[in-house]
């Protein structure tokens, strides 16, 4: 592991010990966000998988009664008895929160015509199948704005994991490392110039005293 490029200093090596338990507390926070993270993330998949398998039972269900209401009624009579909704559905798209993350929120709002049947036909020259392929379908759009909010919550989630994860894996494996492996050469290099100093202080005060031992056999 390389080591920074820094003076060897007692102060150098103070500022690098912070730097260090910064980064060790940030390593703890971003792993345990990650892990939060991590089990939403499975609870929706899980949730998002029930309901996908929900929604596709429905849809293919609608689609199987519009191909026997096409196979029992004319073109023309089957496009005009859904050409004119009763009804309509008033979106509103916010946003909440996960773990810092904003992900969408869908609510919708059925609004009906007042007097008119929730069938935008006479029941005179249609099918039965068309009537249960329109009920399917009005039961399934809460679902299915509900299956695409949790989809696009996934794929968010699923970024902000992988951002997360890097970021995790550049302190643990990257900078923690790099600032330990600096400390110790700090460490090493200041206990060798301390050595060194006392090396030297030894040598003068030999010098010292045999110079005194020399000026009083002199006398």
Known sequence: MAVLRVNPT???L?????RLAVAVRGHKLLKDKRDEMMRRFIELIRKNK???????????????????ARAVMSPEVLEEAVMYPTREVELTISKRNIMNVDVPRIDYEEKSQEGLSSYPYGFVA??????????????VLSRMLELAEIEKTCQMLADEIEKTRRRV???????????E?????ITMKMD???RSSRTRLMKVKEMIEERKEKSADSY
């Open 181 to 185: 492996e600096t400390i110790r050469y």
């Open 14 to 18: 103070s500022r690098l010990k912070k």
């Open 50 to 68: 029930t309901l996908r398998e929900q929604v596709e039972a429905e849809l293919t269900s609608a689609l199987g009664d519009f191909l026997m």
């Open 169 to 179: 894996n550049a302190l643990e494996y990257i900078m923690i490392p790099q600032l």
């Open 126 to 139: 249609t099918s039965a199948e068309l009537d249960g392929a329109i009920v399917t379908l009005s039961g």
């Open 192 to 194: 060798e110039d301390e």
């Open 10 to 12: 007692r102060v150098e």
